[in-house]
Every structure is written in C-alpha cells, then in structure tokens.
C-alpha cells in the first residue's frame, strides 16, 4: 500500500449498545449462510482476502453488473461494508430489507444526497468500510463505463485508503432486468480484491484533479478485470493485473 498521508484522528463511538451488537451478530450470522450458499448455488471464488486492512476506516470500490452485487462483496470481503444503493432497491420489501440487514442505505442518484454522503463520513469517522460502486449504475455489456467522482471526492475528504474490487460472472445471476437469461446454477462467480492504496496528496490550497483520481479508481478496478470487462478502461490504459492467490468460499 502507498504511502499514507495525514489523516485527522478517527472519532469512535465509547461503545456499542445492545441493539447495535445484536444487529451485528445477526449481520454475521446471515453473512454466514449468504456465503455458503454463494458457494454451493454458484461456486462463489474469492481471490485476494489477504489485501483487505483488518482495521480501520476504508472505502471499497467494485465494477457493477447485478442488483446482487451488493450481497456478494458483504460475502466475499471479510469485514461488515455499508453500501450506498440506490432508492429503487428498497421499493421491493423483501429484497430492500435483506440490502439493509447487510448494511445499505439509500442514495438519490438523481441530484447530489448530502444526508447519504453524511451518512458515509460518519460511518467512515467510525473506522468503518464503506463500499461505493463509482459507475452508479449496472453495466448492460459487462464492461466498465465511466466512474463518477463522488468516490475521489469522499476519499480526498477523509484521507483514507480505497480497496479495489472487480466481480465476473454475475451478469448470468436471475432477478436483474439486465441479466442475460442464460444459464445460472452452478456458473462460477469470482471476486478479486486488490491491494489497498491512496489516492496522491493534493497541493496545499489546490483543488483535487477528481477527475485524475477517479480514472486511477477506475483503473485500479480495470486491472483486477479481465480485458473484455474493461470499457473505456481498456488495455493500453491499465497496468499488469495483480497475482493474487484464488481461494474458495
């Protein structure tokens, strides 16, 4: 991991109540079976565990190809993440209340949401893992698109690592108006994690280049992809991708 600039000191609640331990607890125990079924309905792979900080506040950023997306990072990455989703998600009761016993919470896509980037500085403040899927939407062609710029500026705000992940094999999953409709039982999924990093120190009294740091998420995501999930991230613009070793679920 490069080198970490400063960072102001990390605000931690004095102690967790006992409703937010026995949330916890259940998050774990259904992170539990979630990831056992990853692995016997799709032969989830996890390469890379290794990369993800035991503590302290970090920010996950992953390509998006499925509404599942989200349930198979909190499976496959090793501590409690705290996605941002979109609000449409949580119009389907059942499937808006499995995204938020593993930690989603509603984003507007449609206009700047101060209260959800709040919510994402608080978490952060905590030492927690925010996950943030910087495209905002689910690719139709299993390549990358354009990120957005909200993940820099987050990451520019609280100076804190991000932790590149690519996911493969998704976009077979049922339950998706994007999914293909081929054949999904059984189809391997993988999810790569990559080394942690910052994102370079800004001039004192400079603006963030944003633009700059989310083509280095985006990259960073592209390097851990095979070459045709790329996009507009291709080949003559990412560096080798990182050996990792593959272990299952």
């Not at 400063?6 to 259940?26: C, D, E, Y």
């Not at 989603?104 to 101060?114: I, P, S």
Request: proline fraction near 7%; aromatic fraction near 8%; hydrophobic fraction near 45%.
């Amino acid at each position: 991991m490069s080198a970490r600039p400063p960072v102001a000191p990390i605000v931690r609640p004095p102690h967790f109540t006992v409703r937010r331990r026995l949330k916890w607890q259940g998050y774990f125990l259904l992170r539990r079976i979630v990831r056992l079924l990853c692995f016997v309905l799709f032969r989830m792979r996890v390469r890379g565990e290794e990369h993800v900080p035991p503590t302290g506040p970090l920010i996950v950023v992953a390509n998006h190809l499925h509404n599942f997306d989200v349930i198979i990072l909190n499976a496959a990455v090793t501590r409690p993440v705290f996605y941002m989703a979109k609000r449409e998600l949580f119009r389907h009761a059942a499937f808006g209340r499995l995204l938020y016993l593993f930690g989603a919470f509603t984003v507007n896509r449609e206009a700047v949401d101060r209260a959800a980037l709040k919510q994402v500085g608080l978490l952060l403040d905590e030492g927690m893992v925010v996950g943030i899927l910087p495209e905002g939407t689910r690719s139709t062609t299993r390549a990358l698109t354009r990120g957005n710029r909200g993940t820099a500026l987050v990451a520019y705000q609280r100076a804190v690592p991000i932790l590149p992940v690519a996911i493969t094999g998704v976009h077979h999953l049922p339950f998706d108006a994007k999914a293909t409709g081929e054949r999904w039982f059984r189809r391997q999924v993988t999810v790569t994690i990559g080394e942690p990093f910052y994102l370079p120190a800004k001039e004192e009294g400079a603006r963030p280049d944003l633009q700059a740091a989310t083509d280095q998420i985006m990259l960073a995501i592209a390097a851990l992809l095979p070459s045709d999930y790329r996009g507009v991230y291709g080949e003559q613009r990412v560096t080798a991708t990182q050996n990792v070793p593959e272990r299952s679920v």
